[in-house]
């Protein structure tokens, strides 16, 4: 029995031995890439650590330099190693197309990556969708220049699948924004030679341009460093595409020299993954898209930490690797020795033992690369996950810290201007002293009100808000809150109305918070709705609740706006204020407390609805004097019509002086045109768009404007004032909450010549103001002894007086030619460049021909040998003799005496 088992273990040992010399089929793939650069090294190591998980596989890897011969001839050396599989990353389209065919049309998979050929004989396809990365890229600079740009694109050459589909994704998005245009283009034909070569000379042809996009980071970069030779790296906004962490792509981004970088993905991994597949006859998908993302400076640091941590598990798994490829080496030395010692039982049971140890770690090993692939994976997903949330929080962050700064400076700029005013008065007019302080007491309150809310959001938010319900009668606690805007409605003629069945209705409610609801949707309505219109306040009981209802037919709200409306802090419609964003949103918190519902319906230019529904239940409660006490004593800041002063009979000391004034906060508004109509004509509104049309009634002597207003804001129109050669000379002050660095840039940037911040000194702006106009007068009188030198007015006015100038050249014949016919050649009113040129040159439109025609004549006496009559004709007179009376009066010499002297 002993012998039987033995020689069945002898048998079975043997067979062992057999199964273990049959040799496991091993592949070889094929690579030829189209060149040697930092790309191709990522993809390379891209694959290797893909082949870490496939011992049976070996890469052959063949780099042609980009030569189109060098890599067909590789190509059939590959061919005739008999390689199981090819893998070709193609250095142009049209020239590889037949010899990739003829591989494909042998029976050998080809796996093209990156780039394409002109057939679709090939297995699979692997690589970024070229398109759709360059038309993210116009998109994305789309998106960061809403207020125009000028591109310059620098191409790869335009042979190559990657090159022509980048061009044409580009284009597409680049149509879709109007705002962009292309200016010029290079192509990097035989290298970055021609980029050295033509670039130069393009930035100098197009100063205007401040956009270069790169077809690659390497492109890109060299455009950074030619525009840098020139000093104009500042001015440019610069994309490229590969996103490579080394040499270009993040690090460029990072130190910035390059402003976004487009990831294009290598599909190295992609590509073995696809080949494994088709080497062990698995299904797979023929087109293998990757997807992009744009490399900001937000997300740069991410992007970095995530290449590091992909380096260091490359790491671990060569370590890993080296490690099986030890236990391997073991595995193979026991094995051959187990053939010498197969007479002894004990050894080759312990050897047998061995080799099962070995298999289990092999096993562990191969378990715990793919443990560490996954949690590479799941660890960039939740990277990008926290980095979505860190950027949405800092997001919300700034636009609270934005929000609340300018509604604390507005009332604050009404409280410390109109104090630092009555400060700086010897002697107070008592009527005028009590007016400014109602605008300190009422601004005041409304800083209470603002840091109140404040203060019981945090207490929400730290869940120590309490309800603190009592039995009152709702119906006289809803009444008093409705009567206290009474003064109100009557000032601004509102019908407003308190709508209720009912004499008493006894209900439980906390009537602090209750009142606060009411109060600011109340508040809400009043702010929306003109002068004329309604606000009906309706209290109606069902069986099992009560619904007040705030109606009103005001401005209303778009379907976004209705959607946020109570979302902490939301702005969607840009005449909202912090306070109502932080209003509502403390309102549905209270309205929360008590169990109940906030409902909004809203029409855009019909109004808006707000419904209150508290939970009732039946009481037999008797109120008491205590709980009637609380339905009505609260405290509110209303805003009703502060008494106005009787106007002064001072003379202004600028009586010819207009400004138009555009404020949109009522109080201000009114302070502001209380202070400088002593010394000026003011123009005042409350929004952009009236202020467009005021400035082109009154062509004004100064524009003052408020930066956040509502749809058009004040660096919008700062722009439309100076681009229009209309107003381009008209000085623009900018007043704003918005005191940071950056915003003064952004203001200086579209135009203003002054920028103050709100709470600003009253004194210091008007002595802006009368420095402004003195300097205008001093530079119109400078110029009205210049009439032929325009370079002492302001360069972005010379354009508009050459052109004007121009204009008198071509008509200097015309005997007829009038201020009316000039006016309407240059697309102006009579008035407005009259206006213009008066604002300018301090010469009306008539003296300013007469002067010009008089230069001409005199430069056609000097310098040529016509008669007098010739030139009287060549200047626009009919007869020579009224021409020789005006050149008189003019220079107290004939014509003729003017050309002998």
């Known amino acids: 029995m002993r012998k039987f088992i033995f020689i069945l273990f002898l048998g079975v040992l043997f067979s062992h031995c057999t199964e273990s010399n049959t040799p496991v089929k091993t592949y070889t793939i094929g690579f030829s890439q189209c060149c040697h650069d930092p790309w191709r090294d990522v993809m390379n190591k891209e694959m290797l650590r893909e082949l870490a998980f496939h011992r049976d596989i070996k890469l052959d890897i063949r780099d042609p330099y980009n030569n189109n011969e060098t890599q067909i001839q590789q190509i059939r050396e590959l061919v005739k190693k008999k390689v199981d599989l090819l893998i070709v990353s193609p250095n142009e389209s049209q020239p590889l197309t037949a010899v990739i065919d003829e591989v494909y049309k042998a029976g050998i998979p080809v796996i093209l990556i990156d780039r394409k050929t002109d057939s679709d004989q090939y297995s699979a396809y692997v690589g970024a969708d070229n398109y759709e990365i360059g038309k993210t890229a116009g998109k994305y600079i789309a998106n960061q220049f809403k207020n125009g740009g000028n591109i310059i694109e620098v191409k ?6 990657p090159a022509i589909e980048r061009d044409r994704g580009f284009h597409d998005a680049i149509a879709a924004a109007p705002q962009l245009k292309i200016v010029s283009a290079v192509e990097a034909k035989t290298g970055l030679e021609d980029i050295s070569e033509q670039l130069p000379n393009i930035l100098a042809k197009h100063p205007e341009a401040n956009i270069i996009f790169g077809h690659t980071d390497l492109l890109a970069d060299f455009a950074y460093k030619i525009a840098q030779k020139q000093g104009r790296e500042k001015s440019i906004f610069f994309v490229g595409i590969d996103g490579l962490p ?21 599909g190295g991994a992609e590509a073995i993954q696809t080949a494994v597949k088709i080497l062990k ?14 490399i900001t400076p937000e997300n740069v640091s991410i992007f970095l930490a995530q290449f590091q941590k992909l380096d260091e598990q490359q790491s671990d798994i060569e370590r890993q690797a080296l490690k099986v490829n030890e236990l391997n080496k073991t595995y193979s030395s026991q094995r051959n020795r187990l053939y010498f010692t197969t007479t002894l039982l ?10 099962f140890y070995l298999l289990r770690e092999k096993q562990l090993s191969n378990k715990i690369l793919a443990e560490q692939n996954q949690a590479i994976l799941e660890q960039k997903n939740e990277i990008e996950k926290v980095s979505n949330i860190a950027k949405q929080a800092t997001e919300e962050k700034m636009r609270f810290y934005s929000y609340i700064s300018h509604e604390f400076r507005t009332p604050l700029s009404l409280i410390l201007t109109p104090t630092e005013d009555l400060l700086q008065q010897k002697t107070l007019d008592a009527k005028e002293t009590r007016n400014t302080l109602q605008f300190i007491r009422k ?28 039995t009152s009668d709702i119906v006289a ?47 809400n309505s009043f702010k929306y709705t003109p002068n004329g219109g309604l606000i009906h306040v309706s209290l109606l009981k069902n069986v099992d609740k009560i619904d007040i209802i705030i109606a009103d037919n005001g401005v209303g709200m778009s379907e976004t706006d209705k959607e946020h409306a109570f979302d902490l802090f939301y702005r969607g419609n840009q005449n909202m204020s912090f306070g109502m964003g932080l209003g509502l949103a403390l309102s549905k918190e209270f309205v929360d407390l008590h169990h109940g519902k906030i409902l909004l319906a809203s029409e855009k230019g019909k109004g808006t609805t707000f419904r209150v529904s508290l939970p009732y239940t039946q009481t037999d409660t008797v109120l008491s004097d205590t709980q009637t006490m609380l339905q009505t004593h609260f405290t509110h800041t209303i805003d009703n019509d502060i008494e106005q002063p009787k106007e002064k009979n001072t003379p202004p000391q600028y009586s010819d002086t207009t400004i138009v004034l555009i404020e949109d906060n009522p109080d201000l508004n009114l302070f502001l045109k209380q202070k400088l109509e002593n010394c000026y004509h003011i123009a005042p509104t409350d929004n952009a768009e009236q202020g467009w049309d005021l400035i082109l009634e009154h062509i004004p002597d100064i524009i003052i404007s408020d930066v956040m207003l509502p749809n058009m804001d004040g660096y919008t129109l700062t722009q439309k004032v100076k681009n229009d050669f209309r107003t381009s000379h008209i000085p623009v002050i900018l007043l704003t909450a918005k005191g940071q660095v950056e915003n003064q840039i952004e203001g200086i940037k579209a135009g203003a010549d002054a920028y103050m911040t709100k709470p600003f000194n009253q004194q210091l702006l008007e002595e802006r103001i009368k420095n402004m106009i003195d300097n205008r007068d001093k530079m119109r009188r400078r110029f009205s002894n210049e009439i032929t030198n325009p370079s002492h007015v302001p360069k972005n006015e010379r354009k508009f007086l050459v052109e004007f100038e121009t204009l008198i050249e071509k008509h200097i014949k015309d005997s007829t030619l009038s201020v009316e016919k000039l006016s309407q050649e ?45 030139i009287a004709y060549e200047t626009g007179f009919n007869n020579p003799s ?8 003019k220079t107290n010499q004939t014509p003729s005496e003017w050309r002998q002297q």
Not at 448 to 468: F, H, T, Y
Not at 478 to 491: G, P, Q
């Open 443 to 470: 601004n005041a309150n409304r800083v209470l009100r603002l840091v109140d809310q404040l203060l019981e959001l945090r207490k929400i938010d730290a869940g120590k808000m309490v309800l603190e319900a009592h």
């Open 826 to 870: 240059l697309g102006m009113s009579r008035v407005q460049l009259f206006r213009k040129i008066s604002a300018l040159t301090n010469k009306n439109v008539t003296d300013y021909i007469a002067e010009f025609k008089l230069q001409k004549a005199k430069a056609l006496l000097k310098d040529t040998d016509k008669t007098v009559a010739e």
């Open 882 to 889: 009224y021409f020789t009376t005006f050149f008189k009066q």
């Open 477 to 523: 606690f809803v009444k008093d809150i409705v009567y206290d805007f009474k003064v109100k409605a009557k000032n601004n003629h509102i019908d407003l109305q308190f709508i209720c069945p009912f004499e008493t209705l006894p209900f439980s409610f906390d009537a602090e918070k209750l009142d606060k609801v009411l109060f600011n949707i109340i508040s």
């Open 246 to 266: 080394i040499t270009q792509g993040v690090q460029a981004v990072q130190n910035g020299s390059l402003n976004a970088s487009l990831l294009y993905p290598t």
């Open 156 to 161: 790869l050459q335009m042979t190559i699948s």
């Open 281 to 294: 006859k698995q299904a797979f998908e023929k087109e293998n898209r990757l997807i992009t993302t744009v």
């Open 346 to 355: 004990i050894i080759v049971v312990g050897f047998g033992a061995v080799l």
